[in-house]
């Protein structure tokens, strides 16, 4: 089936150790996007590329960093986490960004930083 | 700025009928989402409405109307699978997706 992986499902780092976490869709879609969310708040976009052209959020810290280096995979780096950037960090695709391009998310890496 | 308001939680009864509602106020509007959310789980596609009506799709229907910017999410015959976050979304003007922070559904047995 089709779909879009995030490894790992559970990440545990220490404060200000970098860390990686991967996307991969078997999609074949343009925009791959990533997302942090806190408990009961609405996922925050922090960045998204379509095709290789990178858009960054504004108010994504500089701490966050993303690789995108084919159409099927995708990175974000965390390179100093702090308390605050425990959250659930989701990837999700989509065809295009036209009004009815519905996202397909991944199963989500919950991040816990000690 | 823009907005996104959805009661933060509702509880209901297993079998019974409930109205999740959502009102935005976004620069432009190309589209409306629902996703559905289990604890711990990401998102999953529901519904997309761009024009005013009801869209019914076996136990869930959406309904919008873009005159008030309201829409609401109907789920018939409650199951406790539905026990979830349900998330409204809302295309801009620059199609870009705005959020909500979600209603929490609690089905009671």
């Known amino acids: 089936d089709a779909m879009v992986i995030q490894n790992p499902r559970y990440q545990v780092t220490q404060f200000g150790k970098p860390v990686t976490l991967s996307c991969s869709q078997t999609?074949?879609?343009?925009?791959m996007y990533w997302y942090q969310q806190k408990s009961s708040q609405a996922p925050k976009l922090l960045f998204h590329?379509?095709?290789?052209?990178?858009?960054n959020e504004a108010d994504t810290p500089d701490n966050f960093q993303s690789r995108r280096p084919n159409t099927s995979f995708c990175f974000l780096d965390i390179r100093s986490p702090g308390l605050g950037d425990a959250a659930m960090y989701l990837c999700a695709t989509s065809k295009g960004t036209g009004g009815n391009e519905k996202l397909f998310f991944g199963s989500g890496t919950q991040l816990s930083v000690l | 700025g823009q907005n996104i308001d959805q009661p933060t939680e509702m509880t209901a009864t297993e079998g019974a009928i409930v109205q999740i509602n959502c009102t935005y106020q976004t620069s432009g509007f190309n589209g409306l989402f629902w996703y559905q959310q289990h604890a711990g789980e990401a998102p999953t596609f529901l519904s997309y409405n761009v024009l005013d009506g009801l869209e019914e799709k076996g136990r869930f229907s959406s309904f919008l109307s873009r005159s008030k910017g309201y829409s609401y999410l109907l789920l018939k015959e409650l199951q406790m699978k539905d026990s979830a976050s349900y998330l409204c979304a809302v295309r801009d003007s620059n199609y870009q997706l705005i959020w909500g922070a979600g209603t929490k559904l609690i089905i009671k047995p």
């Open positions: 999609l074949n879609h343009n925009v």
């Open positions: 590329y379509y095709d290789k052209d990178f858009n």
